[in-house]
């Protein structure tokens, strides 16, 4: 997922986060496990009636959010 950037999201094992305004060496945040960025996130995310699933974001998770994600590098 890339801050600013609307997108459809399947269903997969890990979310990368990426916030190109940090520039190339700082831009990608981390990962996190797809269930903990549901738990943590999903109000931001809606699901979509198509097959495979996919999830609708238009907004990008916040400081606190991506702490309780505990993303990983």
Not at 2 to 12: E, M, S
Not at 58 to 63: A, K, V
């Amino acid at each position: 997922m890339t801050k600013d950037v609307i997108t459809l999201l399947p269903v997969t094992d890990r979310f990368f986060f990426c916030d190109a305004d940090r520039g190339q060496e700082k831009g990608m945040l981390g990962f996190g496990a797809w269930q903990k960025v549901v738990d943590v996130v999903g109000h931001r995310m809606r699901r979509e009636d198509m097959y495979p699933p996919r999830y609708f974001v238009d907004s990008f998770p916040t400081e606190a959010e991506f702490k309780a994600i505990g993303l990983e590098r």
